[in-house]
């Protein structure tokens, strides 16, 4: 009896670990990259963005990822920041910070993670925070 109840345990458990196994058959797909570009007062940015999906072989989407690089500069004495934001059902739901420059440079602009319906900005940073003007959307979906 305590053969068979082993036995039988040792085969359930390996089920279970087959059953959770990852599947080897995922395909990575990245789209062409997006050139980007907005401009507001004394500040720039530019770059490109892309979307990299996995999905199993029958389809299902098990991961999405929205990757933002580039630039931002400012000639002014001023503060800028690149956000990346996500809507949903059109309102603000999550606000990422992709750069922020205050004075005169260049600082990159990156951006890597889960977005729903996901925009590109760039906002005039106030003194206490929060944005005061906002130049954008840019695109980073390929329509």
């Known amino acids: ?42 500040a720039s940015g530019s770059g490109v963005s892309h979307w990299t999906t996995v999905t199993r072989e029958d389809g299902y989407t098990l991961s999405q990822t929205l990757t933002v690089g580039g630039t ?12 990346v934001t996500e809507a949903v059902f059109g309102f603000p739901s999550a606000m990422h910070d992709a750069g922020r420059i205050c004075g005169p440079g260049t600082v990159p602009v990156h951006y890597e993670g889960p977005a729903i319906n996901a925009y590109l900005y760039l906002c005039a940073v106030a003194p206490g925070g929060g944005c005061t003007r906002m130049a954008g959307p840019a695109s980073v979906y390929r329509h």
């Open 1 to 42: 009896m305590r053969t068979r109840t082993t036995a039988l345990a040792a085969a359930a458990l390996t089920a279970t670990a087959v059953g959770l196994a990852p599947s080897a058959a995922a395909d990575t797909v990245t789209t062409t990259p997006l050139p980007w570009s907005l401009n507001l007062q004394t």
């Open 72 to 83: 931002l500069s400012n000639t002014g004495s001023g503060c800028y920041s690149a956000v």
